[in-house]
Every structure is written in structure tokens, then in C-alpha cells.
């Protein structure tokens, strides 16, 4: 038994449960929390645990509610919706609807391992999300176990609905602070259309992020994912992409718009990459050949993992200050003395600077820690978030008040009030674990 809670206490990013709920229907979600509520327990909803900003780590005398084993998936063509349970892995949403043509468009690099429960809580985006939009944007409608145990559904099939205040929103990116999702609608949208990759190299990780802001400016790719020297060497490491080693900086663009305007994106995209002192800009058409290059870029975070102990970041800036994002983290990187390897949804400026460290070297710990903050001060200096789509967990909760302000963080302390007055849900991410 202890080892049982112990596969449960944490998340990819740490307390001991009590117990382990693990849940099949809703109505066992309800049951839990309403004991959790009668008794004053803190309860912890968590998914697939592969979370990096410890939004599901249990709570020392918690109990956590497991949602894994509730994964039911179904695709209602004529509506163009799926209806799933949040334990169900995104992929398995993702192939559901392709038996129908249908397509749900958010994409985690942990796409095969993340569950939309999680997706939801966290409103996760992913390397499609520059042209089609983080989780939200899919969600139609939800059931919620409130802190009392109260189950509500909000929203439907429909595409439109203003009745009442949008509550839904409201649920999607709350990190399970205010209620536990046991359902949810999805849109769907047509397959993908098959189209064009092109992967350029540059000298550097500045002149790859002003290729993308010159990108932004005139056209809108499918996918503008970028990868700097040390990411693209950690991946061949770990296992051969054919990635070019050499390259400073590596720029994956994709256009997925049919016929002739496909050409004409990609075109675009190799006369700003060339504007910009691209070395080499390399064009295919071959589903197989960009799935691998595709690839290098998703399992970046596994081969960083491989190098030592990392710490994973999650910063956004509006995308035409992304070259002062990029020089700013290589500066934080020297003067802390720590390497900081940089991935990037680059086209909405959604990066992920990866700090990697020697746990066994008290400076490497300190040079670690101290980059984590000034890399979230830095993005807040420059109008941008300290998550774009982790969340903020309890690993970045003492730097959300520096971004958002005492305003915003005194109506979110109402709002968690209103909702959970007895503070019991997910006690510790986003805000304070008690709410003195």
C-alpha cells in the first residue's frame, strides 16, 4: 500500500496521500469529495502525472483522486464533438475522431502520454496551436464535481451559447482549484490537410527568432517550432532525428493549406528565413520524412531528462520580442553559470527554456534555481507569462503575484473562495495552500 501511494504522490515536476481514490464514474468522484468536504480533507484531482509544474503532487494528509481509470471516448460525427472522460489520453481523442476524417487539433509534445483531463486543467497548447489554438478553444461543454460534491454540466454540443456567465472558461485552465472535470465536450474540426515542411538552420538562436517574427508578420504556419544548438545535440544523443548537429539554431515550419496556397506560404517562409542569414533552408513533402523531424522536436524534454536534472520552464512574450527573450535566457545561462537549453512554439512565442544541472553540486543546484526566477522575471519585464500552457502548479506559484499583480491575485483568492471556502481542492497550486 505504501508503494501504491507512492506512484501516486507526485507528477512529472511532491507530500504523501492518505489514500488513493481511484474513480470509474463520476458519481464516485462526487462521493469522495463530498467526505473529503465533510471531514475537511484536501483533496488532489490528478490524470496521467505528466504534468511539470506539480499541479497534481499530493498533499501530505490529502487524499487524490486518480481519474485514470475513467477513458471512455466517443465521436459524434454529425455533431463534429467528442465526449470523453478526462482520463483518456489525448492520442486516443486524437484517433477516435480520425476514424471519422475529424481532427482535434491541441498538440502536447506529450500528446501520447497526457490525458485532456489534465489538457483541461492546465489548458494545454502544443507545437498546432499557432494556427489552431490552445485546449480551450475546443471545449463546448463540461461536468464539474464542485467542493461540496455538487456535479454540474456546463455547456453542450452546441457551437454557440452566451446563457449566463461563461463558467466553462472559467473550469478550463484552473488547475483543479475549483472543481474536478468528469466530462467534457470537444470540438472537432476536418483532418489536417497533408502539405509542405520546411526545416532551416541558422548561426544563431537570435537570428532563428527574428526569422520567426518576420514569419508571423505576413503569414500563418501550421507549425514554427525552433530548437537551439544544445536541444538538437541532446536529441541526437538520445537518438538520431538527422538533425544537423552543427546548426546554431533549427527552425521546423510547417503550411497545411491546400493546393497552390501551401507553395506560396512555404515560399514565404524560406524568403524570411533567408532574409534572416538562414545557412541552409531544406523543403519535403514527405509525410514520413517531416514526422521524423516532427519527432526530433517532440522529444526534446525526454533528452534533456537523459543529460542530468532539469528544471522545466514555460515562458511566453509576445512574439515580436522574442529576439530579446532569447538573448536575455543565453545571458541568464552565463551568469548563473548553468546550461539552458531553449525549445520553442516559437510562432506564438511560447518557449521552454530547460535548465540542466548536477543535483550532487550545491552551486549547480543554487545556478539552477536562481535562473528558473530571473528567466519568469525576465518574460514578465517583457510583457509576456511566467506558463503558457504547463500551468502555474506549485513550482512557479510565488511568481504568479509578480505577473498578474495584487489586484488580479486578491479577485482570484474571492473567486477560489467562493467556489471551495473550506480550501480543499488542489490546496498549494496557483495560490497558497491555506488562505491566510
Same mark, same amino acid.
Not at 472537432?188 to 544563431?204: D, K
Given at each position: 500500500? +505504501?508503494?501504491?501511494? +507512492?506512484?501516486? #504522490?507526485?507528477?512529472?515536476?511532491?507530500?504523501?496521500?492518505?489514500?488513493?481514490?481511484? #474513480?470509474?464514474? =463520476?458519481?464516485?468522484?462526487?462521493?469522495?469529495?463530498?467526505?473529503?468536504? *465533510?471531514?475537511?480533507?484536501?483533496?488532489?484531482?490528478?490524470? #496521467?502525472?505528466?504534468?511539470?509544474?506539480?499541479?497534481?503532487?499530493?498533499?501530505?494528509?490529502?487524499i487524490t483522486i486518480?481519474?485514470?481509470?475513467?477513458?471512455?471516448?466517443?465521436?459524434?460525427?454529425?455533431?463534429?464533438?467528442?465526449?470523453? +472522460?478526462?482520463? /483518456?489520453?489525448?492520442?486516443?481523442?486524437?484517433? /477516435?475522431?480520425?476514424?471519422?476524417?475529424?481532427?482535434?487539433?491541441?498538440?502536447?509534445?506529450?500528446?501520447?502520454?497526457?490525458?485532456?483531463?489534465?489538457?483541461?486543467?492546465?489548458?494545454?497548447?502544443?507545437?498546432?496551436?499557432?494556427?489552431?489554438?490552445?485546449?480551450?478553444?475546443?471545449?463546448l461543454g463540461m461536468?464539474?464535481?464542485?467542493?461540496?460534491?455538487?456535479?454540474?454540466?456546463?455547456?453542450?454540443?452546441?457551437?454557440?451559447?452566451?446563457?449566463?456567465?461563461?463558467?466553462?472558461?472559467?473550469?478550463?485552465?484552473?488547475?483543479?482549484?475549483?472543481?474536478?472535470?468528469?466530462?467534457?465536450?470537444?470540438?472537432?474540426?476536418?483532418?489536417?490537410?497533408?502539405?509542405?515542411?520546411?526545416?532551416?538552420?541558422?548561426?544563431?538562436? $537570435?537570428?532563428?527568432?527574428?526569422?520567426?517574427?518576420?514569419?508571423?508578420?505576413?503569414?500563418?504556419?501550421?507549425?514554427?517550432?525552433?530548437?537551439?544548438? $544544445?536541444?538538437?545535440? #541532446?536529441?541526437?544523443?538520445?537518438?538520431?532525428?538527422?538533425?544537423?548537429?552543427? =546548426?546554431?539554431?533549427?527552425?521546423?515550419?510547417?503550411?497545411?493549406?491546400?493546393?497552390?496556397?501551401?507553395?506560396?506560404?512555404?515560399?514565404?517562409?524560406?524568403?524570411?528565413?533567408?532574409?534572416?542569414?538562414?545557412?541552409?533552408?531544406?523543403?519535403?513533402?514527405?509525410?514520413?520524412?517531416?514526422?521524423?523531424?516532427?519527432?526530433?522536436?517532440?522529444n526534446t524534454f !525526454?533528452?534533456?531528462?537523459?543529460?542530468?536534472?532539469?528544471?522545466?520552464?514555460?515562458?511566453?512574450?509576445?512574439?515580436?520580442?522574442?529576439?530579446?527573450?532569447?538573448?536575455?535566457?543565453?545571458?541568464?545561462?552565463?551568469?548563473?553559470?548553468? *546550461?539552458? /537549453?531553449?525549445?520553442? !512554439?516559437?510562432?506564438?512565442?511560447?518557449?521552454?527554456?530547460?535548465?540542466?544541472?548536477?543535483?550532487?553540486?550545491?552551486?549547480?543546484?543554487?545556478?539552477?534555481?536562481?535562473?528558473?526566477?530571473?528567466?519568469?522575471?525576465?518574460?514578465?519585464?517583457?510583457?509576456?507569462?511566467?506558463?503558457?500552457?504547463?500551468?502555474?502548479?506549485?513550482?512557479?506559484?510565488?511568481?504568479?503575484?509578480?505577473?498578474?499583480?495584487?489586484?488580479?491575485?486578491?479577485?482570484?483568492?474571492?473567486?477560489?473562495?467562493?467556489?471551495?471556502?473550506?480550501?480543499?481542492?488542489?490546496?498549494?497550486?496557483?495560490?497558497?495552500?491555506?488562505?491566510?
Amino acid at each position: 500500500m +505504501e508503494k501504491y501511494r +507512492e506512484d501516486f #504522490a507526485r507528477d512529472g515536476s511532491a507530500g504523501m496521500p492518505v489514500a488513493v481514490v481511484r #474513480a470509474e464514474h =463520476a458519481d464516485q468522484v462526487q462521493v469522495a469529495v463530498r467526505w473529503a468536504a *465533510e471531514h475537511r480533507v484536501p483533496v488532489v484531482p490528478r490524470g #496521467a502525472g505528466s504534468g511539470l509544474s506539480g499541479g497534481s503532487s499530493a498533499v501530505d494528509g490529502g487524499i487524490t483522486i486518480s481519474l485514470d481509470r475513467m477513458r471512455a471516448v466517443e465521436v459524434d460525427p454529425a455533431s463534429q464533438v467528442a465526449i470523453v +472522460e478526462p482520463g /483518456a489520453f489525448n492520442v486516443e481523442v486524437k484517433r /477516435a475522431a480520425a476514424e471519422h476524417g475529424l481532427w482535434y487539433p491541441p498538440d502536447p509534445s506529450s500528446f501520447e502520454i497526457c490525458s485532456i483531463g489534465g489538457n483541461l486543467a492546465t489548458n494545454a497548447g502544443g507545437l498546432c496551436c499557432v494556427k489552431y489554438g490552445v485546449t480551450t478553444d475546443y471545449v463546448l461543454g463540461m461536468d464539474v464535481v464542485l467542493a461540496d460534491g455538487t456535479l454540474v454540466r456546463l455547456g453542450g454540443k452546441q457551437i454557440k451559447d452566451v446563457a449566463g456567465l461563461s463558467l466553462l472558461k472559467l473550469f478550463v485552465g484552473s488547475e483543479g482549484t475549483l472543481g474536478i472535470i468528469t466530462r467534457a465536450v470537444l470540438r472537432l474540426i476536418p483532418a489536417q490537410v497533408a502539405g509542405a515542411t520546411l526545416v532551416s538552420t541558422f548561426p544563431t538562436m $537570435t537570428a532563428a527568432s527574428h526569422a520567426v517574427v518576420a514569419i508571423r508578420g505576413k503569414v500563418r504556419a501550421s507549425m514554427l517550432e525552433l530548437m537551439d544548438n $544544445t536541444s538538437i545535440n #541532446a536529441v541526437e544523443d538520445w537518438r538520431s532525428h538527422g538533425l544537423d548537429r552543427s =546548426a546554431g539554431a533549427l527552425l521546423i515550419a510547417q503550411s497545411d493549406a491546400p493546393g497552390d496556397a501551401c507553395s506560396a506560404e512555404i515560399a514565404i517562409v524560406r524568403d524570411c528565413c533567408e532574409a534572416a542569414g538562414a545557412d541552409e533552408v531544406f523543403t519535403t513533402t514527405d509525410p514520413e520524412e517531416a514526422a521524423l523531424l516532427v519527432a526530433g522536436r517532440r522529444n526534446t524534454f !525526454h533528452a534533456l531528462e537523459a543529460r542530468g536534472t532539469v528544471l522545466f520552464e514555460d515562458v511566453g512574450v509576445p512574439v515580436p520580442t522574442l529576439p530579446a527573450l532569447v538573448d536575455g535566457i543565453a545571458e541568464i545561462a552565463r551568469e548563473c553559470g548553468v *546550461e539552458i /537549453a531553449l525549445v520553442a !512554439h516559437a510562432g506564438d512565442g511560447n518557449t521552454h527554456p530547460v535548465v540542466v544541472y548536477d543535483a550532487a553540486d550545491a552551486a549547480s543546484v543554487a545556478g539552477a534555481r536562481t535562473a528558473f526566477d530571473e528567466v519568469m522575471a525576465l518574460a514578465i519585464r517583457l510583457g509576456g507569462t511566467i506558463t503558457g500552457e504547463h500551468g502555474v502548479g506549485r513550482a512557479k506559484r510565488a511568481a504568479l503575484p509578480d505577473q498578474v499583480g495584487p489586484d488580479v491575485m486578491a479577485l482570484t483568492r474571492r473567486i477560489k473562495a467562493a467556489l471551495d471556502p473550506d480550501w480543499i481542492l488542489n490546496p498549494g497550486a496557483i495560490l497558497p495552500p491555506t488562505p491566510s
